[in-house]
């Protein structure tokens, strides 16, 4: 077994018992808001389900990370915002967008490549933006949201607004210099943002244990002076607890570090096989996936029976096959649209070059134009 494999395995199943044994917890979260997190995550969960599918059928092209094990974190964090507030989020981002309201539809065509999705199909998996739902985009280089959400935390002090900003992140997210340095503004100038430090024990294949000298990341917000906390990620209630103290504060002028501990049930992209895992960790992982662990907890609340359960399931497995009807019918975007949402505003000279053309015409070769007199001379 791998360095700390042991430890990790071992955590995980020990999670996974305490929430199978656990007592209805000290919440602020009703029976209503709870059948309503586990709706959440059981679309989210079918969705990626879905999308992992369309992947193989090559009807998604490019890059593709899924939610899958984030379900938990995704339900209960989204649902801690107001409307109002901002979102921002790295390319593992699909959940995040259903959660915050976009039309799993749109999404579905998003990944498609298809005219009707988020971003109009120029997008695709990494890159969702909606500004009417204020779901400010996911970002394929790592931490690249990271002093965008600090700038639009920095815009709405400077406006004197009552909006938050949440900015989403991997573990891995924490070793660039963006991060320390986005920490550090938000923390002089106390700006109202939320960074949420998704950590599921691995940046792609290496451990946290192994690239992070301190592993409980939230301990680094001490270094800014800023309030921290780390939660159980696989429980969407204590996320979404733990997430309204923190954008409580963020919204006072106290930036907030919070991080969710969650396990990544699959690779790190749909291709990647995972075998870095032992057979020990993946069976762990699956013993303590959110989406059932949940509904154990409620089942035993007596907030879920059977066949509500089934009947949830079957609710999103309808959803998510009109979101799949709803791709396939959706339109290629032409091309002439490529560049047309590349600018926010007008900007003089932006280049509209295809891909393959060149970046300036060729000039003219020295003697181009006495070529057919040189060659009929030589032919004498």
């Given at each position: 077994m791998p360095p700390n494999a042991a430890a990790r395995s071992a955590r995980a199943t020990s999670t996974s018992t305490a929430r199978r044994r656990r007592p209805a917890p000290d919440t602020t979260v009703s029976s209503a808001e709870a059948l309503g997190f586990y709706r959440q995550m059981v679309l989210i969960r079918r969705f990626e389900e879905r999308a992992a599918r369309a992947y193989t059928e090559?009807?998604?092209?490019?890059?593709?990370?899924?939610?899958?094990g984030?379900?938990?974190?995704?339900?209960?964090?989204?649902?801690?915002?107001?409307?109002?507030?901002?979102?921002?989020?790295?390319?593992?981002?699909?959940?995040?967008?259903?959660?915050?309201?976009?039309?799993?539809?749109?999404?579905?065509?998003?990944?498609?490549?298809?005219?009707?999705?988020?971003s109009r199909g120029w997008g695709g998996s990494m890159?969702?933006?909606?500004?009417?739902?204020?779901?400010?985009?996911?970002?394929?280089?790592?931490?690249?949201?990271?002093?965008?959400a600090t700038g639009t935390a920095l815009a709405i002090d400077y406006r004197g607004g009552r909006e938050a900003v949440v900015c989403v992140m991997g573990?891995?997210?924490?070793?660039?210099?963006?991060?320390?340095?986005?920490?550090?503004?938000?923390?002089?100038w106390s700006?109202?943002?939320?960074?949420?430090?998704?950590?599921?024990?691995?940046?792609?294949?290496?451990?946290?244990?192994?690239?992070?000298?301190?592993?409980?990341?939230?301990?680094?917000?001490?270094?800014?002076?800023?309030?921290?906390a780390r939660v159980d990620g696989n429980d969407p209630e204590a996320v979404y607890d733990a997430a309204r103290t923190a954008l409580a504060g963020a919204r006072s002028?106290?930036?907030?570090?919070?991080?969710?501990?969650?396990?990544?049930?699959?690779?790190?992209?749909?291709?990647?096989?995972?075998?870095?895992?032992?057979?020990?960790?993946?069976?762990?992982?699956?013993?303590?996936?959110p989406v059932a662990a949940y509904a154990v907890t409620l089942h035993d609340r007596g907030l879920l029976t059977d066949e509500s359960i089934a009947e949830i399931d079957a609710d999103?497995?309808?959803?998510?096959?009109?979101?799949?009807e709803f791709a396939d019918a959706s339109p290629h975007p032409d091309v002439s649209t490529l560049f047309d949402y590349t600018y926010a505003t007008p900007v003089p000279n932006d280049s509209r070059r295809l891909p393959g053309a060149a970046l300036y015409p060729a000039p003219p070769r020295p003697g181009a134009e006495d070529a057919g007199a040189v060659r009929i001379g030589a032919a004498r």
């Open positions: 090559a009807k998604v092209g490019g890059y593709c990370h899924l939610n899958l984030e379900e938990a974190t995704v339900a209960g964090l989204m649902a801690s915002l107001d409307e109002t507030d901002y979102v921002y989020t790295n390319y593992r981002e699909h959940g995040y967008a259903i959660a915050r309201g976009i039309e799993p539809g749109r999404v579905m065509a998003e990944l498609y490549g298809r005219s009707d999705g988020v890159h969702m933006f909606d500004v009417a739902s204020r779901f400010m985009g996911g970002y394929g280089i790592v931490g690249g949201q990271v002093p965008l573990d891995g997210t924490t070793n660039i210099g963006a991060f320390h340095e986005s920490l550090n503004i938000a923390a002089l700006l109202p943002i939320v960074y949420v430090v998704i950590n599921n024990g691995l940046g792609m294949g290496t451990t946290v244990e192994q690239s992070s000298a301190e592993p409980e990341l939230h301990k680094r917000a001490a270094s800014y002076r800023m309030a921290s002028g106290k930036p907030y570090l919070l991080e969710t501990v969650s396990g990544r049930l699959k690779g790190h992209s749909v291709v990647d096989p995972a075998t870095y895992r032992t057979k020990e960790e993946a069976a762990a992982l699956k013993a303590a996936d999103a497995m309808s959803a998510v096959a009109r979101a799949v």
